[in-house]
Structure formats: C-alpha cells, structure tokens
C-alpha cells in the first residue's frame, strides 16, 4: 500500500527558474513559481474550486507523489471498505501459480501471471521495442482478418487464438503464440498525410514514429492457423489507465446519451452505437447483464440492459463486468464460480492433442488431470475435452471443475478496481496552466475530451456472486475526467483495429512518469509525449479532430507550451 501525506506539498515549493535575456545571460526570478498548496480547494483564474478535485470530493487523492495511482478514494474509507481494498490490491498485484492458494489456477495458456505486469504503477502500459509477457509489458495483440486491403484497420479477430491472444503456457502445453517470433518494428513518419508540416510555423520540429508488428506462421501453436483461413493482419493496443475506474463507472448512460445527442448534431458518431435517425442509442450500443443487483437494493435481472461505456472499442457496460472484471479472469486464466471454464480456443486445444511431444510428457505422469486411461488416444482426447471451450464450460467424463478463485477474493478485487482514486489537479494558480486551459477550450479540444459530469445517484449494478455486498459508491460528485465516453475516429497510420476508439481520460496522466516511469500515450504507446498525441491526431484530413488539431498546429510556441501544462496538471 502507498503511505500517503502531504507530502505532495514538497511538489509545491517556490522554484525560481531562470530564462534567456536574448544575449545567453539569465534573467532573475522571471517566473518564480508560487506553491499551490494556499490556492488547493479555492477559484483561481479561470478554474473553479471543483477543479482541483478532478474525482469529486468522494473520488479524489491529496497525494501527488510517486505511488499516488495506488491510492484509494475516501469512499472507500467513509464506507468501511478500507480491509477489502488492500485485499483487492494483493489479488492485482500478487503472481497467479498453479499451486499455491490463494493465488492458485494459472493458466493452461494466459497472456500475463500477474495484472500488475500489465498496468506497471497502476497505469497506462509503456512502449515496447519487443513483445514479452513480463513486468512493464502492457502490449496486447489484436490479430484479425483484415478487410478491404492488407492495411485496414477493419476486421473480425481470427478464431485460432483467443480474442486477447496468449503468449504463455503452462507444462507441458506450448502457448498459442511464441513470442520470440513477435517483432515489433517503430517505424518514423516521413510526412503527414493531411499535408501538415512536421515543423511548425516558428520553427519548432516534431516527430512521430508508429509501430509496424510481423509474426509468421511457424509462431501459431494452432491447428489451423490463422494464415490457413485468410489473410492476416496484427496491431498492438497497450492496457488502459485504471485509476477512476469507478467515478466513470458512475456517470448515468441517461447523461451519455445527452452527449451523444449534442455532438450528432454536427458530428458523424458510430452507427454501431448511435442511431441518427432514431436520435437514440443503436441496438447494438446495449450489452446485457447477468442477473444481479443494483446498489439501491433492487434487483437486476438476467437480461437487464446497460450501454457500453468501457474499453477502447466500448463493449462492456458496467464496470463490475467490464475490463478488470474479464481480465482478471482471462489474463491469467484463473477461474471463478460465474465463469468456471478455461479461455481457450478449439484451434488450440486440437493443436495441443496432436503434439507427440504434449501427449508423451503426460503420459510420463499419471498424476495428470489429462491422463485418463493412459493410453495415447486416451490421453488426446482427454486434452481435447479440457482445452476446447465447447466442452470446457460443462462437467462431463474428464472433469468437474473447481472455482479458483474464490467469490470474497473476487469481490475484494471489485471493492480496489473500483476503489482507485484519482490524484488532485497541480498548479492550477500558474499563470501558464490558466492560459492552456483558454487555448485548450478555445481551439476546440474540450469538444471531445470534455471536461465534467455529474455522477448522479450512482446507482451501480453488481453480479449475483456478491449481491449483497456493497462497493465504492460516488454520488452527486462534479468529476473532471476530460472524455466524453463517446468513440472517434483518427485514422492514424497503422491505427487501432476497428478504426473507433473512446476518447481517453486526460485526468491525472501528467503524473505517469513518476508512477510509472514513461508518460506515452495514445492507444499503442506511439506518442512520446503531449505534443506527439495531439499532432495524430491530424495525421489525415478524415480525422475527426483534424480541425482541432490544425488550429493547435498554428498556435504560437508559448501557447502549445501552454496546452502542455494544463493537460499535464489535470
């Protein structure tokens, strides 16, 4: 656990930082910083008093030094939950094993052994020059049968690997994927294809670079593989921020669907969520919910439907059914009494029953769950029967399967997921900072990273396995995420499969590189910095904040500076 303190005030104190006189001298004290500690909680400038509390006086954190990510929000406290949160933090970030309890049920095939390895310090995953599932790696693969063209970013997944492809296994199995042969190219954009130049007006270069991935045939432990049922294409998308997970999870979908309402009034919107002519949600912008309960008391039943809001693609609606709760699932494979089943895939498993080399290490143990009668035909079909997901999720001959984790240990993982807090605003009393806020709004950003919402009543829904527990609640809170929970499209080279993604929470990123040591951004970590994730956003003229990022494009050096500040002390 982070010990906290205000030990974020030593953050605040005076700095006089020197600039040129124009002749290489050093003007004095031109810009001599004020700690912001006295402003912290009241108006100033053009920010309000909520403002330094970007998760509402529920959701926020006074601690902005290293380990900050890891804090919990004073619900969590207020409501006695504090035992459950540090419970929930040890299953995030303890590794799974195949035997030891309570951390138990790793594998056959998974991507990481711990979530932790995926978000390093809480946060947004870092950029990788190679693939490895190990600590620091938040790289997923999307793998995919592209469409109209080697290059689209447009496809269904291949069925030959799981949808969040594994590059792991346990003994004797070998993984879906190998990963020695996953190559990872960063490649510079020479121009862009908008026409924008790659200096700006004043002077001032900037560049991009763009991942380019390759894995051959030979990589897939499948049969078939995914070469044998069509063309192939690969891209790479890093985890997502998980601090205000849950503050996100309050927002109404009454409130989103206002938003969406406003902005298809003069934007083209997803039609897979959004339908212009009926001026409400599309069909398929709903996802149904198991049978459970909601934080009023009153009772969820199955089919209760709920709009997606979570991942980049939006294809979960509640939080308690959202990304944490499937990864902490299918990352590291360890089931659970709502999911008691292996994720897997039909390719793999049939894969694994025709390997000499699989089947010959089992037999060698009779202790195997796979060694029925011990003969060779015994033995692949029982590995059949295991690894296939068709058969896997019901007991037959081979097996009854056991949860492995336990309905209080996943309930204490809920209680942290949803637990995170977001860290308070910086410097919002510097003069530059209130300057990027202006410049922020003026050129147009806000219109997709919008700043506030209102949570509401929070009314939260929670599966049956802990109905009648209660989890971090955010009522009535003024949050500042900077999104609007609504998908884009950017259109960047080699962009993220499906071409839509939700806009990103801009809150609380200026303090990455202290939790986690790099501050990249964008969806595959391609951008370095601010200045690089603004300006893909313009790469191409079809982008839908082309126009926003061309006028940022022209803005002076002191402006663009400006917009840096602010963003990185939301």
């Given at each position: 656990m982070n010990i906290k303190g205000f030990s974020a005030l030593l953050l605040g104190?005076?700095?006089?930082?020197?600039?040129?006189?124009g002749n290489g001298g050093i003007k004095e004290n031109v810009n001599t910083r004020e700690p912001d500690a006295k402003y912290v909680g009241q108006a100033v400038g053009n920010f309000s008093a909520s403002e330094w509390y970007p998760g509402g006086q529920l959701g926020t954190t006074d601690n902005v030094t290293a380990g900050c990510y890891e804090d919990e929000t004073p619900s969590v406290t207020n409501q006695g939950l504090l035992t459950a949160f540090n419970l929930g933090e040890?299953?995030?970030?303890?590794?799974?094993?195949?035997?030891?309890?309570?951390?138990?049920?790793?594998?056959?095939?998974?991507?990481?052994?711990?979530?932790?390895?995926?978000?390093?310090?809480?946060?947004?995953?870092?950029r990788q020059s190679e693939y490895r599932a190990e600590f620091g790696n938040g790289y997923l693969l999307v793998i995919y049968h592209p469409v109209d063209g080697q290059n689209s970013d447009d496809g269904p997944y291949v069925s030959e690997v799981t949808g969040m492809p594994q590059t792991k296994a346990t003994y004797p199995f070998l993984p879906p994927i190998d990963e020695e042969q996953?190559?990872?190219?960063?490649?510079?954009?020479?121009?862009?294809?908008?026409?924008?130049?790659?200096?700006?007006?004043?002077?001032?270069?900037?560049?991009?670079?763009?991942?380019?991935?390759?894995?051959?045939?030979?990589?897939?432990?499948?049969?078939?593989?995914?070469y044998e049922t069509g063309a192939v294409a690969f891209r790479l998308e890093s985890t997502i921020g998980i601090i205000g997970s849950g503050l996100l999870d309050a927002i109404s979908q009454d409130s989103i669907r206002e938003?969406?309402?406003?902005?298809?009034?003069?934007?083209?919107?997803?039609?897979?969520?959004?339908?212009?002519?009926?001026?409400?949600?599309?069909?398929?912008?709903?996802y149904t919910l198991a049978a459970g309960r909601f934080a009023d008391g009153t009772d969820a039943p199955a089919?209760?439907?709920?709009?997606?809001?979570?991942?980049?693609?939006?294809?979960?609606?509640?939080?308690?059914?959202?990304?944490?709760?499937?990864a902490i699932w299918n990352i590291t494979n360890v089931s659970r009494s709502?999911?008691?089943?292996?994720?897997?895939?039909?390719?793999?498993?049939?894969?694994?029953?025709?390997?000499?080399?699989?089947?010959?290490?089992?037999?060698?143990?009779?202790?195997?769950?796979?060694?029925?009668?011990?003969?060779?035909?015994?033995?692949?079909?029982?590995?059949?029967?295991?690894?296939?997901?068709?058969?896997?999720?019901?007991?037959?001959?081979?097996?009854?399967?056991?949860?492995?984790?336990?309905?209080?240990?996943y309930y204490n993982f809920m209680v942290w997921h949803r637990g995170l807090s977001i860290p308070r605003a910086r410097n919002l009393n510097r003069e530059e900072?209130?300057?990027?806020?202006?410049?922020?709004?003026?050129?147009?950003?806000?219109?997709?990273?919008?700043?506030?919402?209102?949570?509401?009543?929070?009314?939260?829904?929670?599966?049956?396995?802990?109905?009648?527990?209660?989890?971090?609640?955010?009522?009535?809170?003024?949050?500042?995420?900077?999104?609007?929970?609504?998908?884009?499209?950017?259109?960047?080279?080699?962009?993220?499969?499906?071409?839509w993604c939700r806009t990103t929470p801009l809150w609380g990123r200026g303090l990455s590189r202290i939790n986690t040591g790099a501050e990249d951004r964008l969806h595959d970590n391609r951008a370095r910095d601010v200045?690089?994730?603004?300006?893909?956003?313009?790469?191409?003229?079809?982008?839908?904040?082309?126009?926003?990022?061309?006028?940022?494009?022209?803005?002076?050096?002191?402006?663009?500076?400006?917009v840096v500040e602010f963003v990185n002390s939301i």
């Open positions: 104190l005076t700095v006089a930082v020197g600039c040129t006189d040890a299953a995030f970030e303890r590794k799974y094993t195949t035997a030891t309890a309570p951390f138990k049920g790793l594998g056959p095939a998974y991507l990481r052994s711990s979530c932790l390895d995926c978000h390093p310090g809480y946060g947004h995953g870092k996953i190559v990872i190219q960063w490649l510079p954009v020479t121009s862009m294809e908008s026409g924008l130049p790659m200096t700006f007006p004043d002077g001032e270069e900037y560049s991009l670079i763009y991942p380019e991935v390759t894995i051959p045939a030979s990589a897939f432990h499948t049969s078939p593989t995914p938003q969406y309402r406003s902005e298809a009034a003069h934007a083209e919107l997803n039609p897979a969520f959004w339908d212009k002519e009926a001026n409400d949600f599309a069909p398929t912008a709903w089919g209760t439907k709920m709009v997606k809001k979570f991942t980049y693609a939006m294809t979960r609606a509640s939080l308690q059914d959202g990304a944490g709760a499937n709502d999911r008691p089943y292996l994720y897997t895939t039909k390719a793999w498993a049939k894969a694994m029953s025709e390997n000499a080399q699989v089947i010959a290490a089992i037999k060698a143990d009779p202790t195997s769950p796979y060694y029925a009668d011990g003969t060779d035909e015994g033995i692949r079909e029982a590995v059949l029967n295991l690894l296939d997901p068709s058969t896997n999720q019901f007991d037959n001959q081979w097996h009854n399967f056991e949860p492995e984790m336990g309905d209080q240990q900072v209130q300057k990027g806020k202006e410049v922020f709004n003026r050129i147009g950003c806000a219109t997709c990273h919008r700043p506030s919402w209102n949570t509401g009543n929070d009314n939260y829904w929670k599966p049956a396995v802990y109905a009648d527990k209660e989890l971090p609640r955010y009522q009535e809170q003024t949050i500042w995420p900077y999104t609007d929970m609504i998908q884009h499209r950017l259109f960047m080279k080699n962009g993220i499969h499906g071409s200045i690089e994730a603004i300006m893909w956003h313009g790469y191409s003229k079809e982008s839908d904040a082309y126009w926003c990022t061309e006028k940022f494009y022209n803005l002076s050096k002191e402006e663009r500076d400006a």
